[in-house]
């Protein structure tokens, strides 16, 4: 019995089907959809080709026997014949397969068109007709869930505040919110969350959302204030409010609202709700954010994709030393490296935390993490083609290290376990508590302000 094509067999099929083409000297774009079913398009624009041509008769033939179901209905299509060849032939998302080469073969290009996973590889995006930003952002994130990442969030949150600055905590763990219980003031709470602003906006009714509140944990001394922003809202006494009604509506791209206007991608969306918070954050105190903690969510998700690579300034990226760990990052670090100038930009932006670490006094085990994290920046993101940046290294033991692959360490103990931050609003203050976040805060702190000056 002939084994039947799957996923991945069929899409070595499609790229080598997609040189073959190219060999003829023009340029072709593979494009993948959601359900994995792949277009081999051909830019004919300069050299025209008839679709119903032997040659491309026999490519689409070709195309269905070798793909199987993974064969877009119409498999192959050329420029010609489509209203908008640029919009793939020139999309910012393309990943390049394969460089044109002068009087050879034409350049290979692939466009993930999915739900999760194509906005790993994306460039940053700007608002329409709005100033710079001055204020970092500062992404938190951890490929697994569970390492404590909301928890340091909040007490991030606090240190900063503390130091006087004004402080917007975001919360994007849109399908397990963790930070907003972590720093909600259950009588202040704001009436509409981030999915709020993604529904309404979608029909152009996102004026007057109320998305901000102030926290229980601002410090009741000095200026600081920590402001959040919930994944949630919070109905009213007698309002109705279905959460998973939103959230099921959240993650598509959107077409143009009015004729002459440009599609709505996810992204754009995303970007546009954490700037309606910034902005309202202004308007409620007469004063704008000096830092924006954003609490991604764990995993391969659209949310975080978009945090760590559009969203962002800086990433802290949790990591807790074992091979799942390292595996998981190594596989998002090789999306990053599929577009080389994407990759250098991002490896600048990251920071290593090493979570829930258990002393402070095991330095072997620090380096023990040092190096697998090492060893996985050094196979995707130091492993660039003309890459003229110094030669990484590990450093010896001892020494400071200010590579992103140097982990920032996050002690953990029982205490810990036990803690209940409903019970104390100075739970942030515990002995304890500061012992295990003191390094964090320092070196999250010096962060802060070496983005501060790259924004002035």
């Known amino acids: 019995m002939t084994e039947p094509t799957r996923f991945d067999s069929a899409w070595q099929q499609a790229c080598a089907l997609a040189g073959d083409a190219a060999a003829e000297g023009h340029d072709v774009v593979l494009v993948r959809d959601l359900s994995g079913r792949s277009t081999l398009l051909i830019d004919d624009r300069d050299d025209e080709i008839a679709p119903d041509s032997d040659r491309l008769t026999l490519l689409r033939q070709t195309f269905r026997e070798r793909l199987g179901p993974f064969a877009a209905g119409d498999p192959v299509q050329t420029a010609g014949t489509m209203f908008s060849a640029d919009v793939f032939f020139d999309a910012p998302e393309l990943i390049i397969l394969q460089d044109r080469e002068e009087n050879g073969p034409g350049r290979v290009g692939a466009l993930e068109r999915t739900v999760v996973g194509a906005d790993w590889s994306s460039p940053g995006i700007e608002r329409e007709g709005s ?140 970007e546009d709700a954490i ?10 105190n007469g004063r704008r954010p000096d830092v924006v903690l954003l609490d991604s969510r764990a995993g391969i998700h659209d949310i975080a994709a978009v945090t760590l690579t559009r969203l962002s300034d800086r990433a802290l990226l949790f990591a807790v030393d ?19 100038d994407q990759a250098r930009a991002m490896r600048d932006r990251l920071s290593i935390v090493a979570a829930m670490f258990h002393s ?57 376990v036990g803690l209940d931050p409903q019970r104390s609003l100075n739970w942030t203050k515990l002995p304890f508590v500061r012992a295990a976040y003191r390094d964090f805060l320092g070196a999250v702190e010096e962060l802060v302000h070496d983005l501060d000056e790259d924004l002035a």
């Open 131 to 270: 100033s710079p930003r001055s204020w970092p952002r500062i992404a938190l994130y951890g490929f697994k869930g569970g390492v404590g990442r909301s928890t340091a969030t909040a007490v991030l949150a606090r240190h900063l505040a503390e130091l006087g600055k004004c402080v917007l905590v975001v919360d994007l763990d849109l399908e397990s919110p963790g930070i907003s219980n972590l720093l909600a003031d259950p009588g202040a709470a704001s009436r509409h969350g981030i999915v709020d602003h993604l529904v309404e906006s979608a029909v152009g009714n996102a004026d007057g959302l109320d998305l901000l509140a102030k926290s229980s944990l601002t410090p009741k001394e000095g200026n600081g204030e920590i402001w959040l922003a919930s994944a949630s809202g919070t109905p009213r006494k007698g309002e109705s409010y279905d959460y998973l009604a939103k959230l099921n509506r959240i993650y598509s791209d959107l077409p143009p609202g009015r004729p002459g206007e440009k599609p709505r991608p996810f992204a754009q969306r995303l």
């Open 275 to 284: 700037a309606a918070c910034e902005e309202q954050t202004e308007r409620q």
């Open 322 to 340: 074992n091979p799942s760990t390292w595996e998981g990052y190594r596989m998002l670090f090789k999306q990053w490296k599929q577009q080389p």
């Open 360 to 416: 402070a006094g095991d330095i072997e085990r620090l380096n023990t993490l040092r190096r697998h994290a090492y060893d996985v920046f050094m196979a995707t993101l130091y492993d660039l083609p003309d890459d003229d940046s110094p030669e990484p290294y590990l450093p010896a033991e001892g020494d400071v290290d200010d590579k992103p692959y140097a982990p920032i360490p996050i002690l953990f103990g029982n205490d810990l």
